[in-house]
């Protein structure tokens, strides 16, 4: 048994508000218990016929009810697995309490709210989890730690050597007439005396770094390497809170409220003790809603509504020290406390695990705000129905998202350690050693705010006529019309680059929101004008074939647009000259360039990386909005009594769709990479670029058979055969 749920729901509160004469009698308490019973035996479906049901529907007004729960898991109630039993080691953590209660009933003030017109509901949930999670991470053994190499061997007992950096020089033999070649080396190295690295030759930055890696516990691996399980747990803390108010102002109005929160704390392990993610959602919803009854014939409905999504997401260490600066590493004493971190540490062919903290996507800090109303008027007039609305919606997308801003270091395949002359096989160096003598391959960090205020607004009124021309045959006819406005940024900082063409001549321009740019002219706060042809048509009918109840074939057609989602526009933001992702690079392996301590050393090959959005129109940055058209049509079939067949075809076919590709790649040859890229010297770097170019298409053929209360059961029986794919234009990206 792997765990136990215990269950318990009582009835909190039964209180009548009736006056005496008007009170029934007290029941006894062998009716309460039955009453009790028969309420219980209806949640689960099993009885409609309970008293205290009937009784709530006959007068709904007079009780107050709810419901109090705990479910409980708790490994002290699992059995021990017998192979655990038999290792002699205890069982996993798994420890679940979720707990609540929700009752409802008449609200009323005494002199301000009338008792047999207000209804209130509250419910409250908790959560407290605390589960193991196993990690398995490759690391350095103890002796590699400390530079000792001595035992590192391949499968047939070959030392792999490690050669010392410092001693790389020209090897006066080299013949310059000849390629370079391990019996023509244009440079020499050495390997270090043992294979043992001096003590004095450990990086200090390193060895630190080095404090927040856990010693192996697993015992040790080929080629020198180690393991390590982490059965940290997974912790979650959630409470969630919902309230709401129906108020029946008059027989022709009825007014609601809701209101929910949500406050919740995770926490995800990682591979090493020192390693996690820990988030924090917190969500809020706010809904008023009122519904009149204009005439016999006409009701409107009304509601506003307010959304609120607050996330929170840091590494493990933040707020706890700075550690990079505590490290030594330069510039780092300005770092926010969210980013706190050890740094990242990746090594490409080495087989062990990353170090330190996770650098995209952490740290966030997110406050996204959505308001919206919108009004529908339902109107009968004779055959036809008719429904016309409006719906506004603004968004607030306020978000900082410090990606890179954690030193991050990169090792590549060819180590500064290997054999310079024969950097392969047996010679081929190490980077974990390249990493303990303070060099790094790749160094990123990023400078500049990562601070976004994004804005939206949507307007969307619609018309819907449902016509019943004739007894056996309806028509819908709709349209909508879609204003959706681009993201702008609250500061206007955004910007991007204006291709004209992907493959030249014509050179790209930089453009920023907001700002008269020379060759380009005045760019609009959303880089892109506002499309204002977004009309989305609507059409269904249905048809009763032969004028019978049991054949009916249902169609329809409509168009749906969708906004460019805010991801791309969030790049945006977060290019230069607002913020830079600072990208210094090793030119080769053979001379030390870049080091742990300084992230941006003097000479080294500093780039950046680059975003855009659009294509080219008329001279200017154009992003088309996203549309979807849908159509189906169905035959659908009553076989006998509570059994129906259905047959449909259903299609879709998407415009506009964004993708994402890389541009600015060079073009092959063998001369300097920047000089062979189509946009040089105006950029240097690639750089990814979003396009309205997929369209997508979808068929399918569905079948269904639905059989009701067949000897108390309920059979659905479903097949779909579908196909689907993509095409895309300039980047290849067709998927079937």
């Not at 919803?285 to 005439?295: A, D």
């Not at 990079?324 to 087989?351: C, H, M, R, Y």
């Not at 969708?562 to 526009?569: F, L, Y």
Request: proline share 7%.
């Amino acid at each position: 048994m792997r765990s136990a749920i215990a269950t318990l729901g009582v009835w909190l509160l039964a209180a009548t508000y009736a006056r005496a004469q008007e009170q029934p009698k007290k029941p006894t308490e062998l009716q309460r218990a039955i009453d009790e019973f028969k309420i219980q035996t209806t949640n689960l479906g099993l009885r409609g016929d309970s008293a205290a049901k009937n009784a709530r529907k006959q007068n709904p007004i007079l009780e107050w009810h709810g419901r109090l729960y705990e479910n409980l898991r708790n490994d002290f109630l699992d059995a021990v697995p017998h192979e655990i039993r038999q290792r002699g080691e205890n069982k996993s953590l798994l420890r679940r309490n979720q707990y609540g209660f929700n009752a409802a009933g008449p609200f009323f003030v005494p002199g301000l709210v009338h008792k047999n017109g207000t209804y209130l509901s509250l419910s409250f949930e908790g959560v407290r989890e605390r589960i193991s999670r196993t990690h398995l991470s490759t690391i350095p053994t103890m002796a590699e730690r400390t530079g000792d190499y001595s035992h590192v061997v391949d499968d047939a007992g070959n030392q792999l050597p490690v050669f010392d950096p410092a001693t790389t020089r020209a090897n006066p033999a080299f013949n310059s007439a000849q390629p370079a070649s391990p019996a023509n080396a244009q440079y020499l190295r050495d390997p270090f005396p043992g294979n043992v690295i001096p003590a004095r030759r450990i990086d200090p930055i390193a060895g630190g770094i080095l404090n927040y890696v856990d010693h192996p516990n697993l015992g040790t691996l080929p080629l020198g390497l180690a393991r390590f399980l982490n059965n940290d747990s997974f912790l979650q803390d959630g409470d969630q809170f919902s309230i709401r108010v129906d108020h029946v102002i008059s027989s022709r109005d009825q007014l609601f409220g809701r209101y929910s929160y949500s406050n919740e704390s995770l926490f995800a392990p990682g591979g090493l003790t020192t390693q996690g993610t820990r988030r924090e959602p917190k969500p809020q919803i706010f809904t008023l809603g009122e519904t009149r009854t204009l005439s016999p014939t006409a009701t409107n409905e009304a509601r506003l509504g307010f959304t609120r999504l607050r996330l929170f997401i840091v590494n493990k260490n933040a707020y706890t020290e700075n550690i990079p600066a505590k490290l030594g590493i330069n510039g780092q004493e300005g770092l926010p406390p969210s980013a706190w971190e050890v740094p990242n540490i990746t090594f490409s062919n080495d087989g062990i695990s990353s170090f330190g903290g996770a650098n995209f996507g952490v740290p966030t800090v997110t406050r996204d705000n959505t308001y919206q109303f919108q009004d529908t008027l339902v109107w009968s007039k004779s055959s036809h129905t008719l429904r016309a609305g409006f719906q506004y919606a603004h968004f607030q997308l306020n978000n900082a998202t410090l990606n890179y801003i954690l030193p991050s270091y990169l090792y590549r395949a060819t180590p500064l350690t290997a054999d310079v002359a024969n950097p392969v096989g047996l010679s081929r160096g190490s980077e974990f050693a390249d990493f303990l003598l303070g060099f790094s391959h790749n160094n990123q960090v990023t400078a500049g705010s990562g601070q976004v205020y994004l804005r939206r607004n949507v307007v969307a009124p619609w018309f819907e006529d449902a016509w019943r021309v004739t007894r056996n045959l309806t028509v819908t006819l709709g349209l909508r019309w879609d204003y959706i406005s681009p993201l702008t940024e609250k500061y206007d900082h955004i910007a991007s680059v204006y291709v004209p063409n992907l493959n030249g001549p014509l050179k790209p321009i930089p453009i920023q929101a907001n700002v008269n740019v020379p060759n380009y002219g005045q760019v609009p706060r959303g880089l892109v004008a506002t499309n204002l042809n977004d009309w989305a048509p609507r059409v269904g009918l249905a048809y009763r074939l032969g004028g019978s109840d049991k054949t009916v074939l249902p169609a329809a057609y409509g168009m749906f647009y969708d906004a460019q989602i805010g991801n791309t526009v969030v790049d945006l933001v977060r290019n230069p000259p607002f913020q830079t992702r600072i990208i210094a690079d090793m030119p080769d392996s053979i001379f030390p360039t870049l080091t742990l301590k300084d992230l941006q050393p003097q000479g080294a090959a500093i780039s950046s990386s680059y975003f855009a959005m659009g294509q080219a129109k008329d001279g200017k940055v154009t992003f088309p909005t996203p549309y979807v058209q849908q159509w189906n049509f169905s035959a659908q079939r009553e076989v006998m009594p509570n059994w129906a067949v259905t047959g449909s075809y259903v299609g879709s076919t998407g415009r506009h769709l964004s993708f994402s590709g890389i541009a600015n790649i060079p073009y092959p040859g063998p001369t300097a990479l920047n000089i062979r890229r189509p946009f040089n010297p105006d950029v240097t770097v690639i750089f990814q670029y979003a396009q309205p170019r997929v369209n997508s298409y979808y068929h399918a053929m569905q079948l269904k058979s639905e059989h009701r209360n067949f000897h108390g059961l309920t059979m659905l029986n479903a097949y779909t055969w579908s196909k689907s794919k993509l095409r895309c234009s300039l980047f290849s990206c067709i998927a079937w």
